[in-house]
């Protein structure tokens, strides 16, 4: 089955800092790729997805791209706000369509 | 759209007793799942269905049932509930095979409380 390697948080940063966070996955055929967003007592939804190698997803000024030959799915922010304190999942979506998720990185930015 | 629906969204239980977790989409999607996260963790698959009349074992479905006798239901059931099963539900719902590109809808989650 898929499973996925979502780099350890917490993460704890300043406004206006840079925010990266590591994943790599393994997943059965081609998958589709997707960062998913989880704010304070609610659910998960999407912040954005990549669907072939080399793609780009972004979103509210997140980016990730699908980088096939490393099998990762970096998420990036080049300047954080304190809205943007949540707790990000990366999830791949391979040819079971069983979909699994990352352990999840807490990221708190301080004003 | 509702999206997906769980109830109820907080539930407390003693030791030994029953529930059903109702999850519903109003989205025509042929997958749903649960999950289950534990503080501070990441989501476990519980069990997950790929259409009516389908259903399959997810990574943790020790102490669970589901049934999904209709594309829009998939409620989960605890028997005899146990302190080990405390934490926060989540049903979701993706269109499924042949929508490669297809993004999962989740509910607000289910706090459950085993006391």
């Known amino acids: 089955g898929d499973s996925v390697t979502q780099m350890e948080g917490p993460v704890t940063l300043s406004e206006e800092a840079f925010l990266t966070i590591n994943c790599t996955y393994t997943?059965?055929?081609?998958?589709?790729l997707f960062w998913y967003v989880q704010y304070p007592g609610e659910g998960l939804q999407l912040l954005l997805k990549a669907t072939k190698a080399d793609d780009k997803g972004s979103n509210k000024g997140f980016e990730a791209t699908y980088r096939k030959e490393t099998t990762s799915f970096h998420l990036e922010k080049g300047s954080v706000q304190v809205s943007d304190s949540a707790v990000y999942f990366c999830?791949?979506?391979?040819?079971?369509?069983?979909?699994?998720f990352g352990a999840g990185t807490t990221v708190t930015v301080r004003a | 759209n509702a999206g997906v629906t769980q109830t109820p969204k907080f539930r407390i239980l003693k030791i030994g007793q029953s529930m059903t977790l109702q999850c519903t989409q109003d989205m025509n999607h042929n997958y749903m799942y649960w999950y289950r996260q534990d503080p501070g963790m990441g989501l476990k698959l519980i069990y997950y269905?790929?259409?009516?009349?389908?259903?399959d074992k997810g990574e943790v479905p020790n102490g669970y049932n589901v049934s999904r006798s209709t594309t829009e239901d998939f409620p989960l059931r605890l028997e005899l509930a146990a302190p080990s099963q405390t934490s926060v539900y989540f049903c979701?719902?993706?269109?499924?095979?042949?929508?490669?590109?297809?993004?999962?809808?989740f509910g607000q989650g289910t706090r459950l409380t085993v006391v």
């Open positions: 997943a059965t055929g081609y998958p589709s």
């Open positions: 979701a719902s993706t269109y499924g095979e042949g929508v490669r590109n297809t993004e999962a809808f």
């Open positions: 269905s790929v259409g009516a009349g389908i259903t």
């Open positions: 999830a791949p979506l391979g040819g079971d369509y069983k979909l699994s």
